[in-house]
């Protein structure tokens, strides 16, 4: 992935007998200043959810945290969404 491009996942997790539905999204974008940033979003689908910006050194660091969430909501039942 070259500098400044944008890479994002959105994950849903949904399951009508607990009246579960959600979304999750991971994303990779560049800072104001170029450092890349990973960008994790998530909430009730539907509806505004929360936002959390995690700075990092580089761009490996950055996808290496990408791959451990999206392992851990793998776990947790979320499935990449189709498209």
């Given at each position: 992935?070259?500098?400044?491009?944008?890479?994002?996942?959105?994950?849903?997790?949904?399951?009508?007998?607990?009246?579960?539905?959600?979304?999750?999204?991971?994303?990779?974008?560049?800072?104001?200043?170029?450092?890349?940033?990973?960008?994790?979003?998530?909430?009730?689908?539907?509806?505004p959810g929360q936002r959390k910006v995690e700075l990092h050194e580089n761009q490996s660091?950055?996808?290496?945290?990408?791959?451990?969430?999206?392992?851990?909501?793998?776990?947790?039942?979320?499935?990449?969404?189709?498209?």
């Open positions: 992935m070259s500098q400044g491009t944008i890479q994002y996942l959105v994950l849903d997790r949904v399951d009508p007998t607990c009246n579960m539905a959600r979304y999750y999204v991971l994303a990779i974008e560049p800072s104001l200043f170029g450092n890349p940033t990973l960008i994790r979003e998530w909430g009730r689908i539907g509806q660091r950055a996808v290496e945290a990408l791959e451990t969430w999206l392992q851990r909501k793998r776990r947790r039942g979320y499935l990449l969404r189709a498209g």
